[in-house]
């Protein structure tokens, strides 16, 4: 009981942010966020200021549910009715009435994107390379950190997407020459639906319903089409349910994997609680605090009490 109440004021020290971030960085691979330089003109609002401000956007929303007493259970991070966002953020995802750099917690719409990883600007825009979203890169990172479930790496030698640069080509379309290879396609008909699914998000995280492409000019410059392709996020999970838009992919998640999510969580927290990878020796242990968690609804608090109590 006394540890219990250590670990209870620790949470709520101010240098428990500094816990969080670290956790963040290794378990959703928040590192790739810096990869790379945004377009500036075809995304002029993610500048440094708002990719800082949607980094913090991911430490706050992991260290509300830390603290809460009530509401801290993890797979809000799925599906929430909120977010925790500062003024920046907010108007970054069309919502009124906040301002300030405070992060504070702030009721959505109902069948609002928002709410959860899925639909924070950090999230896609790691899944994006700074210009174009990648479904790709997104259906990886939902399998790995949401579904534990990670592809193998890519095998060698596989044709490059960059190829096709400059054709009048949708997503799908250009993904469906990875299909046309054998040792392509046992993998990319588990992520790439998943990725389709989050394609209303542009690079920067925003919503659309319709895509403008790019294409080169006499010059050899590319400029934006003046037409725009209706954006398809239909598409099935491999072995598994339909769904018809990224609303139900959320839904599926959300319902049918709390406990693959909570299981990765489990093994990153033990990795980055002990200094070192998850092993088979550690299996004992990531039951026991799975068990421990789900006895109180998967709360995030609970997680760190069994470890410390381990």
């Known amino acids: 009981d ?18 969080v ?28 200021s708002t990719r800082a401000a949607a980094r913090e956007e991911v430490y706050q929303s992991i260290l509300h549910l830390l603290r809460s007493k009530d509401q801290g259970q993890l797979q809000n991070l799925l599906k929430s009715d909120y977010v925790v966002v500062n003024g920046l953020m907010a108007a970054h995802y069309g919502l009124e009435g906040v301002v300030g750099d405070h992060y504070r917690k702030v009721s959505l719409p109902e069948n609002s994107p928002r709410g959860g990883f899925l639909g924070m600007a950090a999230i ?3 899944g994006s390379n700074g210009t174009e979203s990648s479904p790709v890169e997104r259906g990886v990172w939902v399998l790995r950190h949401l579904l534990h ?11 490059q997407l960059s190829r096709l640069d400059g054709k009048p080509l949708t ?13 392509c396609a046992s993998c990319h008909r588990k992520i790439d639906p998943i990725g389709f699914g989050l394609e209303n998000f542009n690079a920067a995280g925003k919503w659309r319903s319709e895509e403008h492409h790019f294409t080169k000019n006499r010059k050899g410059k590319f ?14 999970f491999h072995n ?23 299981r990765g969580f489990t ?22 605090i799975l068990i421990a968690s789900k006895d109180k609804q998967y709360s995030v608090s609970e997680f760190i009490h069994a470890l410390v109590q381990s």
């Open 2 to 19: 006394n540890l219990r109440r250590q670990v209870d004021r620790l949470i709520q020290d101010p240098r428990a942010h500094h816990f």
């Open 21 to 48: 971030s670290g956790l963040a960085h290794q378990w959703l691979d928040m590192k790739r966020l810096d990869f790379f330089q945004f377009d500036v003109q075809r995304h002029r609002e993610f500048d440094e």
């Open 124 to 126: 896609n825009a790691m």
């Open 149 to 159: 479930s990670p592809p193998p790496p890519a095998p060698a030698n596989v044709p």
């Open 171 to 183: 997503k799908r379309e250009k993904l469906a020459a990875h299909m046309e290879e054998a040792q």
């Open 223 to 236: 400029q934006l089409s003046k037409t725009a392709t209706p954006i398809d996020t239909s598409g099935k």
């Open 240 to 262: 598994g349910p339909i769904f018809t838009d990224f609303i139900e992919l959320r839904e599926l998640i959300a319902t049918n994997h709390k406990e693959d999510f909570a």
């Open 267 to 288: 093994e990153v927290l033990i990795e980055y609680g002990l200094g070192r990878p998850f092993g088979f020796t550690d299996e004992d242990l990531a039951n026991e």
